[in-house]
């Protein structure tokens, strides 16, 4: 596993601006929250999977702000031959995961986005409680979304998901 260090060399090197960064950091911080959470209630879990994952979960912008930016950061990390456990985290952390179908819908390919791993699920999560740098509820990344107009099976995904992490 890469350092926290490394990690925020390469959202630099990869041209990440500092707002992007500066997000990452506090998704970083709010996953590693949850998981020392879960841990105390008995889950097993990797953390620095989960810290680093949390960090890097937005690599894509570097490139691409749109949906894309999921894909597009995990294909930068598997080309610096990261560990396929983040390059998965990066690819689905969008919402609570985007199914085969809605990929073809939104011009992606044909794959499942959903996050399976708890490792997966607790960055995804962090990362619908955090707007900018700032922790939101799960309430107001619903209103978020549906603002935006978001179908309703994303929406009710990433209900489901906080309903199973069961930390907002």
Known sequence: MISY???LKILEESGCKQKVIAHC????NLATCIGKELSNRGEKLDFEL???GGLLH???RAKTHGIMHGLEGARMAE???L???LVQIIKRHIGAGITPEEAIKFGLPEDDYIPCT???KIVAHADNLTKGTKKITIQKRISLMEKKNIDIGSIERVKKLADEIGIV
């Open 5 to 7: 260090e490394q990690a």
């Open 25 to 28: 950091i506090a998704v970083s």
């Open 50 to 52: 989960i810290k680093i």
């Open 58 to 60: 937005d690599l894509g």
């Open 79 to 81: 080309e610096r031959g």
């Open 83 to 85: 560990d396929p456990r």
């Open 118 to 120: 708890m490792e997966e």
